[in-house]
């Protein structure tokens, strides 16, 4: 989870909903930044988001070096 969200690239919602594919396969948990807790999900499609009930972040991984941590690398939008 650590190593998915450090090469990760934080996305605005357009971009994660419209530019990454998704996957039914996903893990999730807690975890604390800053000491704030968020609840957290990555979904197998290289995208995933933290929550804290009132802000959502937006995480999509199109480094090459997350293609080992997912099922579905990101292609982008470019043909």
């Known amino acids: 989870m650590e190593t998915f969200f450090t090469l990760s690239t934080e996305l605005d919602a357009r971009a994660y909903h419209h530019e990454?594919?998704?996957?039914?396969?996903?893990?999730?948990?807690?975890?604390?930044?800053?000491?704030?807790?968020w609840t957290?999900?990555?979904n197998g499609a290289a995208k995933?988001?933290?929550?804290?009930?009132?802000?959502?972040?937006?995480?999509?991984c199109p480094d090459a070096e997350c293609e080992p941590l997912v099922l579905v690398p990101h292609i982008g939008m470019n043909p």
């Open 48 to 60: 995933g988001f933290w929550s804290n009930g009132s802000q959502t972040r937006y995480f999509g």
């Open 40 to 42: 957290f999900q990555i």
């Open 20 to 37: 990454y594919e998704v996957s039914p396969c996903m893990i999730e948990g807690e975890l604390v930044d800053s000491s704030r807790a």
